[in-house]
């Protein structure tokens, strides 16, 4: 199976700022996916990559606050503006696996918002 | 309702005994279920499938029960190791899929 990497790995941030997310995939793959985890949640879709158009954003995710940019097949980010403490959570970028119907995460990028 | 409920735990077990965790769902169309395993500041990694017939990985058993929406995941002569946060997840289609909150499993000395 494909080897994710994401940078940073963590990060403190001060409020009203943005941080970019990176997710590097070590084999080209046609789509990805962003997902957040706050404290005590489930995994929650935040949008999907395609590379060569515009990412599609889940109900309750906006482009503006989490613009996301696919320049290839082996990479995205993930930009999370304007911070508040609300965004403080586990980011993390995943692919489907050969069926498809499978699932594989990076390590996350845990993020804290002061 | 919740799309997918997990029991949150803890599970406290001892080593070696045998545990069992449910996650109903509430969508009677889904088809395609999984049970994820994430450990502590770790992302979640892939466990098994369910299939409609179960699904047995070693000491790990899955099964569906589609009449009364739940799935579950049973373990066996539990390890040390095994000591984690269980994800079920339910595909939806279009490369979508809804998770649970997860249940917290510690296997005890």
Known sequence: SAVISQKPSRDICQRGTSLTIQCQVDSQVTMMFWYRQQPGQSLTLIATANQGSEATYESGFVIDKFPISRPNLTFSTLTVSNMSPEDSSIYLCSLTGAGRETQYFGPGTRLLVL | ?109
């Open chain 2, 1 to 109: 309702r919740k799309e997918v409920e997990q029991d949150p735990g803890p599970f406290n077990v001892p080593e070696g005994a045998t545990v069992a965790f449910n996650c109903t769902y509430s969508n009677s169309a889904s088809q395609s279920f999984f049970w994820y395993r994430q450990d502590c500041r770790k992302e979640p990694k892939l466990l098994m499938s369910v299939y409609s017939s179960g699904n047995e990985d070693g000491r790990f058993t899955a099964q569906l029960n589609r009449a009364s929406q739940y799935i579950s995941l049973l373990i066996r002569d539990s390890k040390l190791s095994d000591s984690a946060t269980y994800l079920c997840a339910v595909y939806k289609g279009t490369y979508k899929y809804i998770f649970g909150t997860g249940t917290r499993l510690k296997v005890l000395a």
